[in-house]
């Protein structure tokens, strides 16, 4: 069984600045990629951004340049950064974590924590 937890949510007016973090735990034996998804109301989830375990690094196009992921490996942890928040940033933020079982990677998600951003 595997854990994935957020924290870091809240709210913020725009401009501003949140960090996301995430903690994975439980049996893992090497994770490959972290990441995070986001869902506003009425709309569907998207990818914000995504980190392999080399350390390479996809955004959305939506946030680019004002967010940044890293990761822990060694803590099984990743974060965002995020900058300059915008009204539409407001979403629900979800972990996720992929972990290598060898002959499968299997996805695991968090419960997902509230970003809002005022205006």
């Known amino acids: 069984q595997v854990h994935v937890v957020e924290s870091g949510g809240g709210l913020v007016q725009a401009g501003g600045s949140l960090r996301l973090s995430c903690v994975a735990s439980?049996?893992?034996?090497?994770?490959?990629?972290m990441g995070w998804y986001r869902q506003a109301p009425g709309k569907q989830r998207d990818l914000v951004a995504i980190i392999t375990s080399g350390g390479s690094t996809t955004y959305a196009d939506s946030v680019k340049g004002r967010f940044t992921i890293s990761r822990d490996s060694a803590k099984n942890t990743v974060y965002l950064q995020m900058n300059s928040l915008k009204p539409e940033d407001t979403a629900v933020y979800y972990c996720?974590?992929?972990?290598?079982?060898?002959?499968?990677?299997?996805?695991?998600w968090g419960q997902g924590t509230q970003v809002t951003v005022s205006s």
């Open positions: 439980g049996s893992i034996y090497s994770i490959n990629n």
């Open positions: 996720i974590t992929d972990v290598d079982y060898f002959a499968t990677i299997r996805r695991y």
